[in-house]
């Protein structure tokens, strides 16, 4: 019997182990693996429209949506999809909204070597740097999978992670549902993470997440949010950015 015992506390123990790691990895408040962050303050109407994966053929389009609107967002870019399109990354950039670091080929990080990591995040830093003239500051992992490695990897470049309070899945649902959930997760100091790209994919179909943005901005615009890129939003103090 207490052999039992013993096997069931050892088994749970391994249980509570594993699903510690499990947030560790993924949970948007989790910081063991880096520092990071998932909202703003809650005292302000404010958020921020983040778009991953990009840039894509698709970016300007999305571009013009916020420029009707006069609302500026952030993007975190991928290093080999800068490469791909640089002139796209640029003009993200010259338009006033802030450029992260999204990993220079998007793997997923879980039992990857550290300088596997640190390369990744190099890669992109310096990609990101050469063709915006923007170094970044900001940095989201892939899948939100963060893992040993990526604290020191993040403190080289100094970036800081960001996760998100609300995740549009925008590369499977449609407009009507990616507006649903969004509009029905928001609140004061959200952070909305979206995608302008989907992986590495070339000439990716965001008709979807285009569609979405451009009825999104106006009913939270109704509703008195104001929107702002991440750094403003986490430190309100930041000096307006261009809009
Ligand atoms: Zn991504």
Avoid at 145 to 167: E, S
């Amino acid at each position: 019997m207490e052999e039992r015992l013993a096997g069931l506390t050892a088994a749970a123990g391994v249980c509570a182990a594993a699903g510690f790691l499990s947030w560790a990895v993924r949970g948007r408040s989790a910081q063991v693996f880096g520092p990071s962050v998932w909202c703003g303050p809650q005292d302000r109407r404010a958020l921020a429209l983040t778009f991953d994966d990009g840039p894509s053929e698709g970016t300007p389009r999305l571009l013009e949506v916020l420029d009707r609107h006069r609302v500026p967002a952030t993007f975190f870019q991928v290093g080999a999809n800068v490469e791909r399109l640089p002139g796209v990354a640029r003009s993200v950039a010259e338009a006033g909204h802030t450029v992260g670091n999204h990993s220079y080929t998007h793997p997923l990080f879980s039992l990857r070597s550290a300088r596997f990591i640190e390369d990744e995040l190099s890669r992109a830093q310096d990609s990101i740097e050469r063709h915006t003239g923007v170094s970044p500051q900001w940095f989201r992992a892939p899948y939100g999978v963060r893992w040993y490695g990526m604290g020191a990897a993040q403190r080289r470049f100094n970036l800081m992670g960001v996760m998100w309070t609300v995740i549009g899945y925008d590369w499977k649902l449609e407009a009507d549902a990616i507006v649903k959930r969004v509009a029905g997760g928001v609140a004061n100091g959200a952070i909305v993470c979206l995608h302008d790209g989907r992986e590495l994919r070339v000439k990716p179909d965001i008709g979807a997440t285009i569609e979405a943005v451009g009825r999104l901005v106006p009913v939270l615009l109704d509703q008195g949010y104001t929107f702002e890129t991440i750094g403003r939003l986490l430190c309100p103090t930041n000096l307006p950015n261009a809009f």
